[in-house]
Nanobody, 123 residues
Framework: QVQLVETGGRWVQPGGSLTLSCVVS????????AAWYRQLPGQQRDYVIS???????HYSDFAKGRFTISKDNAQNTMYLQMDDLKPEDTAVYYC?????????????????WGQGTQVTVSS
């Protein structure tokens, strides 16, 4: 059974930093691409950032310069480092994985999803 479990979401002040983790089981990040998405209530799920199975990162425009994706294949865990957080970054953050080496910004291409973790940025 495939599971993706996100942790690390919490309240943080504007300008602060936060690292989210996604622990993956049942598949291997060695041969699966993965990504982070975020979603506000009643809105579509927005692409944040992704990483290929080989470790190459792809960024959405708003993530460039502030967000960093990484993974530890030995731990089968993916991370999202978020810096200089803004109130508009408030959302539920989801990790996702797809078969194959190539990442994608299309959520329909992802086969597995976590349950999400809430990030709240406010003063």
């Amino acid at each position: 059974q495939v599971q993706l479990v996100e942790t690390g979401g919490r309240w943080v002040q504007p300008g602060g930093s936060l690292t989210l983790s996604c622990v993956v089981s049942g598949i291997s990040l060695n041969d699966h691409a993965a990504a982070w998405y975020r979603q506000l209530p009643g809105q579509q799920r927005d692409y944040v950032i992704s990483i290929t199975s080989q470790g190459f990162a792809h960024y959405s425009d708003f993530a460039k310069g502030r967000f960093t994706i990484s993974k530890d294949n030995a731990q089968n865990t993916m991370y999202l480092q978020m810096d200089d957080l803004k109130p508009e970054d408030t959302a539920v953050y989801y990790c996702a994985a797809k078969r194959g080496i190539s990442a994608s910004d299309n959520p329909n291409n992802y086969d597995y999803w976590g349950q999400g973790t809430q990030v709240t940025v406010s003063s």
